[in-house]
């Protein structure tokens, strides 16, 4: 069972690049999730999906643009990358209301420069 | 938002036990889980306490008071593998599923 795969693992970008990450989960999870984890503050939301065609903002959704087109892929977009994006960005898929807790993808580790 | 706090880093022999603690503001309060995240790597599920008390699975035990907005991670008879962050994190029930993580506790394990 593959669980949640993100594509890449790792990226470098230039200032004002964009990029894609990609998220797939093949466990049927109607809940998505994008966090980022910077040192010393844990993760934090992103943005979310509750099911497909549907997204919602985290706490720190700007700069960042999602779709869900498909129940089972979460896609995250930086549009214009900026150093203060670097950072480690982990997808994350649940059953509703988070029961049973998170399946987190292994990781994108981005650096901007 | 719903605040959570545990001590930034821990650190205890092989063979100990350490306890980590985790508060939180107990407004809407729904659930708290504990995972598992060593560098690198994704965070995985330890725990889950919805109702107070202790849940035990093999060495680790959490334990949560919902009229204290307190948890605890007990980590028992350490082993090196163990040196990891620990990170507690709660859901209230108006958050849709969305969990607000504390910064975790690193936990070194020394011989």
């Known amino acids: 069972n593959a669980g949640v795969t993100q594509t890449p693992k790792f990226r470098v970008l230039k200032t004002g690049q964009s990029m894609t990450l990609l998220c797939a989960q093949d466990m049927n999870h109607e809940y998505m999730y994008w966090y980022r984890q910077d040192p010393g503050m844990g993760l934090r939301l992103i943005h979310y999906?509750?099911?497909?065609?549907?997204?919602a903002k985290g706490e720190v959704p700007d700069g960042y643009n999602v779709s869900r087109l498909k129940k089972q892929n979460f896609l995250l977009g930086l549009e214009s990358a900026a150093p203060s994006q670097t950072s480690v960005y982990f997808c994350a898929s649940s059953y509703p209301q988070g029961i049973l807790g998170y399946t987190f993808g292994s990781g994108t580790r981005l650096t901007v420069v | 938002g719903q605040n959570i706090d545990q001590p930034t880093e821990m650190t205890a022999t092989e063979g100990a036990i350490v306890q980590i603690n985790c508060t939180y503001q107990t407004s809407g309060f729904n659930g708290l889980f504990w995972y598992q995240q060593h560098a690198g790597e994704a965070p995985t599920f330890l725990s889950y306490?919805?109702?107070?008390g202790l849940e035990e699975k093999g060495r680790f035990s959490s334990f949560l008071s919902r009229s204290k907005g307190y948890s605890y991670l007990l980590l028992k008879e350490l082993q090196m593998k163990d040196s990891a962050s620990y990170l507690c994190?709660?859901?209230?029930?108006?958050?849709?599923?969305?969990?607000?993580f504390g910064a975790g506790t690193q936990v070194v394990v020394t011989p």
């Open positions: 994190a709660g859901v209230t029930t108006d958050s849709w599923g969305k969990f607000q």
């Open positions: 999906s509750v099911g497909e065609g549907t997204t």
């Open positions: 306490n919805v109702l107070d």
